[in-house]
């Protein structure tokens, strides 16, 4: 269900910035400290922001979530159109440092603080309704209700009419049966009406938190992510780089040992094993899985064994059975390789 920007109607020419806003990051990179996350990001005067190269969920989202709680988002000042349907935004520079400078020192009352007011943000966003009772998919219509999340493609993909649709896009097209000896999967995706979309970050971990000194909450920030997902997403979401990111234990302790915060260690289990099966996010480029795949593809494994294995011998200077009987004079090889 993934889509290309010419398949969204967008913008596939180079889009030219325009003169306020070059003047703008000419400023900022010179006088600003220059770009940060990988170049995107870059300080402006008069305490704003930009943001380069960003889907248009993000302005949407961060407009949305601003209008509809009183979670500390940035003000969309103004939004320019970039190349292949994407968007530089100029926002409002939130107050507060990066999570990531101050996590991995948090005491004990720095967690508590952080984790409460955390805890109420979900709150806020898990009370957002969606267009329709099963909707998976992203906010405004820019994006169409697709959603962009590095976990589900480098491409946009859905919306989704159901989470079942949106479990068997998880599992590549794949059908149960395919997953019948693993529980960690069955037990979650053969039962999508237990679960109700919820309004997720998606990607909510110390890089997108700006805190105070004392541990509060004062931004989040990188909206990119944002739509409705299954209930239990943005728990499993924060855990994506629990075992990549060891600086961040702090954070997932605080997450873990606030009662306010719904666990979902099912549903965790069951991404991880998905997270292992599907290696990268690349492979849902890929077009999804159709009957007698899985045929074509062992068939293709015994035709490459086939190839490697002959290559081995070459390499090692060992005749392959057939030059054996030839060398050593076997009366029936040859006899067949006369017929």
Sequence with gaps: ????????????????????LSVQ???????????????????????????????????AATEYVRQHTTIPVPKIYKVYPAADGQQHIVMERLPGTCATD???????????????????????????QPPSPQFIGSVGTASKGQLIDDRLSV???G??????????????????????DISDVTKVHTRPENYTPKFSHSDLCPKNV???????????????????YPDYWEYTKMHHLEF??????????????????????????CERVIWARMGSPFRYCDPPWQPGDDEKAAAERVRMEAIWEEQRKKKSGRPSP???HKQFGDPALEQESDL
């Design 159 to 180: 919306p989704f009419d159901t989470i079942a649709d949106f479990h068997t896009y998880l599992r590549f097209g794949r059908p149960l049966d395919h997953w019948f």
């Design 25 to 59: 990051l000419w400023v900022g990179r010179h006088f600003y400290g220059g770009a940060r996350g990988r170049g995107q990001v870059i300080f402006l005067p008069r305490n704003r922001v930009a943001k380069l190269n960003s889907f248009p969920t993000e302005a």
């Design 102 to 128: 101050t996590v991995a020192g948090w005491s004990q009352d720095q967690k508590e603080v952080f984790s409460r007011d955390l805890a109420d943000c979900l709150r806020q966003l898990r009370s957002l």
């Design 244 to 269: 990549i990111v060891p600086q961040w234990k702090n954070f997932y302790d605080a997450i873990e040992k606030q009662p306010a915060i719904q666990k979902y260690p099912n549903e965790l289990a």
């Design 1 to 20: 269900m993934s889509a290309s920007p010419g398949e969204l109607g967008m913008i596939t020419k180079r889009a030219r910035k325009p003169i306020c």
């Design 322 to 324: 057939q030059d054996s």
């Design 210 to 228: 700006l805190v105070a000194q004392d541990g509060h909450i004062t931004g989040i920030v990188d909206w990119e992510y944002a739509g409705w």
């Design 155 to 157: 491409n946009p993909c």
